[in-house]
């Protein structure tokens, strides 16, 4: 009988129990989702609601990224299940394990943490080859943060109105875009709220960016709201999904 291997930890330290390369997975973060989906397709067995890519993905939906249908992940029967420390609760990451389910989670505020990330669960619970598009993704956001060119704010909510803040994802991959991420009350945490007129203020920002997720933002809602700053939409997918959204973000946002 072949000796179970020592057991892994995910990006938080805890262990993660598999014998054996994950073949059957479930994914609570559509980040990682779209990342496994683009790698090994045949090992992704479920996925939330909010897992919206590749646009046909195929797999059992086990409700939302806050709110998961533990019954329905269970009974899927995963080798693992891959979770967010942002995107998902404690509580349900808990009651998983105390199901006996090994979950892996990721603890993401950085585009290298990201790639670091992505490449130890592939590699190590998966034991998959590093695809093609992790390495054009560290090719592409390699290098020094640039010096910042311009301030932009980042709404993520309205009423109450909450934008990006630091340390996140998004703020350090709007840096090595050369944008500085501003806005907010300093030190009320990494989405703190702010009065919007405070933030339609040239002497704040030079910009507003304005995702279509997690609140989506369109050209009838949300532009009106700054008179004196200028906005722009754009896809909250590539300001916030780590993955293959990555290539596709370091072309989009050096197009802007």
């Known amino acids: 009988m072949a000796a179970t291997r020592a057991p892994l930890r995910d990006d938080l330290g805890a262990p993660v129990p598999l014998a054996g390369p994950a ?3 479930v994914s609570l973060v559509p ?3 779209e990342a496994l989906a683009a790698t090994c397709p045949d090992r992704l067995v479920g996925a939330t609601d909010w897992c919206t890519h590749p646009a046909d993905l195929d797999v059992a939906r086990v409700r939302g990224t806050k709110n998961p249908d533990l019954a329905a992940v269970a009974a899927l029967e995963p080798d693992l299940v891959v979770a967010n420390k942002e995107e998902n609760r404690e509580l ?3 009651r998983m394990r105390e199901r006996g389910l090994a979950v892996w989670v990721t603890d993401i505020e950085t585009v290298p ?5 992505m490449a130890r669960l592939l590699g190590e619970a998966l034991e998959i080859p590093e695809p093609g598009w992790l390495g054009e993704a560290r090719d592409a956001w390699s290098g020094p943060v640039p010096a910042p060119t311009a301030r932009v704010v980042v709404p993520v909510w309205r009423d109450p109105w909450m934008v990006v803040g630091r340390p996140t994802f998004t703020a350090d991959l709007l840096a090595r875009c050369g944008y500085e991420v501003v806005g907010g009350e300093v030190g009320t945490g990494r989405y703190p709220s702010a009065d919007v007129a405070s933030l339609d203020d040239p002497a704040l920002a030079d910009l507003v960016l304005l995702p279509d997720e997690p609140y989506e933002f369109t050209a009838a809602d949300g532009p009106e709201a700054f008179a004196r700053v200028p906005t722009r939409l754009v896809s909250g997918r590539l300001l916030t999904w780590y ?3 990555l290539v596709e973000a370091r072309i989009s946002l050096d197009r802007e």
């Open 23 to 25: 073949r059957r997975v």
């Open 113 to 117: 943490q990201s790639l670091a990330s």
């Open 92 to 94: 349900d990451v808990r």
């Open 243 to 245: 993955g293959p959204a």
């Open 31 to 33: 980040s990682l989702t």
